[in-house]
C-alpha cells in the first residue's frame, strides 16, 4: 500500500513540473540569468578581501577585544563571492562567526538601496537595525524574515572554511543581521554592487572594522544614510529623533568604541576616495 501511494505522489509530480516547463514557468532562460546571476567582477577579490581585513584587524584602533576575524562578501543578488579570515587557520576566530559575517553581507545587501530610485535611497548598516527589530520597534520581527540557509551555511568539507573555494561561495545564504558588522558596498560611481560583512569581535568593534575595510576598498561612496552625517554610520543610544529609532546600544568599554565609531566620518569618510 505504501508503495503504491509512493508511486502515486511521484507521478503526480512529475505531471506537475512537466506541466509547469510547458507553460513556461520552469527553467526559464530569463528568469533563470536573473535569479542565479553569480557575477563578482564587482567585488574584491579573496586574496584583496583577505589582506585589506588583515591589515585593518593589525593596526588595531577598533575598540574592541583585538580578535582576529571572519569577512564576507556578497553581490546584489545576494550570492556569496568571497569569505576569508585573518587568523592563521579557520580556528583561530570564533568559528561561529563565518556564517554570522555572510548573515550581515546579507543583511546590508538586502537592506539598502541603490541611488537614483524614489523614497530612501541609501544604505542601512546593520547596526541601523538594532532599535528597530525590539519589541515595540517598527520592525519587530524583522530578524526572524529571511532565515539562514542551513544546508547552505553548514555544507562541504570544513577544512575550505575561508579559502577561495568556501563552500558557501556561489551560495545564497540568506539570513538576517541587526548589530553591527554588515555595509552595503558602493563603487567610484556610486553604484550599489553588494554588502560586506565582518564578524568576530565585539559588534561595535565589527561595524569599525567593516567601515575601514570599505573605505580601503573604495566601496564606500554611500548616496546617504539615516545617521546625523548623512551616512549609514552606527549611531549610539540614546538618541532622539530619527536616530533613535535605529540605534545600537555602546559595547563592552575596550578601547573606546563609541569614540571610534563616532570619529569615523572623519578619520575614513565615505565617497570616492582618491
Known sequence: MKTQLFTVVIKRLAFAASFATSLGFADSPALAASDNSSSCAALP???????????????????????DMWGTVVNRDGVVCGVVFTGADRGSQ?????????????????FSRPRGVIGFAGALSTANLFAAVQPGGSLFGLQ??????????????????????????????GGVNVFGGGLALYNPAGDFVGGLGVSGDTSCADHIIAWKVRHRLNLDNVPAGISATGDDNIIFAPSSGLQAAFAHPNCAPVGDPKAIAEALPKTHPIGPNP
Open 94 to 110: 570564533w568559528l561561529g562567526s563565518r556564517v554570522i559575517s555572510a548573515q550581515k553581507a546579507n543583511t546590508a545587501n538586502a
Open 45 to 67: 577579490s579573496h586574496a584583496q578581501l583577505r589582506s585589506v581585513l588583515q591589515t585593518v584587524v593589525a593596526l588595531g584602533g577598533n575598540g574592541g577585544l583585538g580578535n
Open 144 to 173: 526572524h524574515s529571511n532565515p539562514v540557509d542551513a544546508e547552505a551555511a553548514y555544507q562541504g568539507n570544513a577544512a575550505n572554511f575561508g579559502q577561495p573555494n568556501d563552500p558557501l561561495v556561489g551560495e545564497k545564504v
